[in-house]
């Protein structure tokens, strides 16, 4: 009889203690979505292990990544990763996106099974595995219908169905060229309701190629025409689906300096999210600059080149990337503007004549450009003629500010190319950024 009732109070412990690995919300999560990730029915006090392992797409095959902490649960054995700070591991603060963004890239094979877009979380006590979770990132809603588009080269159009009217939101993307960032951008942005055109403008040559992917664009960064955005207006004006009286423009980087140009000389946008964003006009590049030491400037409005600020040992930057020293775009940059400020005054965007919305954002350790300095200088400029801006100034994070926080950020500055931040900045700033940028899109359009 003894016998018994010690088996049964055996039995009462384990059961008490089954641990589980909760996610929530359950199920696949859009991209940027608050998520929440807590293990309960431990041990009080008990030190935990959490392992967590994705594949990354890459351009030769997917690569594992992986990341892992120690953590000790409370005195009710449950550990909440929003709430607990790790006691050793990939990163340092409680932060619930910490095992994603504090991955590195794994010389072990991916288990059999595993695809890109899927976490898969083990949580250990002494070796042993206790629980399993498998977290979904999906970066649009099924439902979201995406078309491409004969008018403009490489162009989509995103949009939930409806028969609504949906406000506009035209992305541009940076200096990467070609279309993988807008194809990227556009359903995540029509999961929220918008109707999204995604507008490449430029197409260099592949890294090491002469192979272009959208031949019919500029292949080199040089007098882009601003003026083109209003083809895309007309574009989107004659669909029954859009509200074109309601357009925003969301622009990163280079794409950044485009919609800030725009803001200032169309009346009839709406609001601009200016991402890694520039208060001047820069010097452009590319094949088409012949001799490569001439300057040409990167944009221009209705055929006229616009003034803009030079580099200042460019190429000689560059050359880093054949003798492995650290390249930094920034360094020619504030050479160029230190050495002209004349070129500067002449090159600033006007964004005080701007009437509508903006929201600016910049890392103040930004290697590409002084993103930090040019996001204050806007809103500085634009306080003076009285109009508000969204300013958000990250103080150690860099230029990779597009993302959600939850992709790993630990290899932005792994070789001779720096954009600059610590990876735990840069993706709470992304975090932050795409959190902010949802909000003033809804307050605006």
Request: no cysteine.
């Amino acid at each position: 009889m003894k016998r018994i009732i010690l088996l049964a109070t055996l039995w009462t412990g384990l059961v008490s203690h089954a641990q589980t690995l909760t996610i929530a919300p359950a199920g696949p999560v859009l991209t940027g979505d608050p998520v929440a990730i807590t293990l309960s029915g431990l041990p009080p006090k008990a030190d935990v292990q959490i392992v967590a392992e994705r594949l990354m797409k890459s351009a030769a095959q997917p690569v594992l990544y992986r990341a892992e902490a120690a953590y000790r649960s409370d005195a009710e054995g449950t550990l909440d990763l929003a709430q607990s700070a790790p006691r050793s591991g990939s990163y340092r603060k409680a932060d619930v996106r910490g095992l994603f963004w504090s991955m590195t890239p794994s010389k072990d094979a991916p288990a059999a099974g595993m695809v890109p877009g899927v976490v898969q979380l083990s949580a250990r006590i002494d070796g042993k595995e206790v629980a399993h979770a498998r977290m979904q990132f999906v970066n649009t809603l099924p439902d979201v219908k995406v078309e491409a588009v004969d008018a403009f080269p490489g162009a989509v159009f995103a949009a939930l169905p409806g028969s609504g009217k949906r406000p506009v939101v035209i992305v541009l993307s940076g200096s990467d060229g070609g279309s993988s960032a807008v194809r990227e951008l556009a359903p995540m942005l029509a999961a929220h309701g918008y109707a999204v055109l995604g507008l490449p403008y430029y197409s260099p040559a592949a890294w090491n190629s002469t192979e272009r992917e959208l031949p019919m664009l500029p292949r080199s960064f040089v007098d882009i025409p601003v003026d083109r955005l209003e083809q895309a207006r007309a574009w989107l004006a004659a669909r029954s689906d859009v509200d074109a009286a309601h357009i925003g423009l969301l622009g990163y980087s280079k794409g950044a300096e485009f919609a800030l140009i725009a803001a200032s000389k169309m009346p009839w946008i709406s609001a601009v999210a200016a991402i890694a964003a520039t208060d001047v006009v820069w010097q452009g590049w590319g094949p088409d600059v012949n001799p490569p030491d001439s300057r040409r400037s990167s944009f221009s409005w209705r055929g006229q080149a616009l003034p803009f600020v030079p580099n200042q040992d460019f190429l000689q930057e560059m050359a880093g990337f054949q003798t492995g020293a650290d390249v930094r775009y920034r360094r020619p940059q504030d050479k160029g503007r230190a050495a002209h400020p004349e070129a500067a005054v002449a090159a600033r965007i006007r964004v005080e004549d701007f009437k509508g919305a903006m929201l600016v954002a910049g890392g103040i350790e930004d290697q590409m450009w002084a993103s930090g300095m040019m996001a204050q200088n806007i809103a500085e400029r634009r306080a003076a003629a009285g109009r508000d801006t969204v300013a958000l100034v990250y103080t150690d994070a860099g230029h990779m500010l597009n993302g959600s926080g939850w992709n790993p950020t630990t290899q932005y500055d792994v070789g001779a190319f720096k954009t600059g931040g610590t990876p735990e900045a840069n993706a709470r700033a992304q975090a932050d950024t795409w959190r902010q940028t949802l909000a003033f899109f809804k307050r605006s359009l």
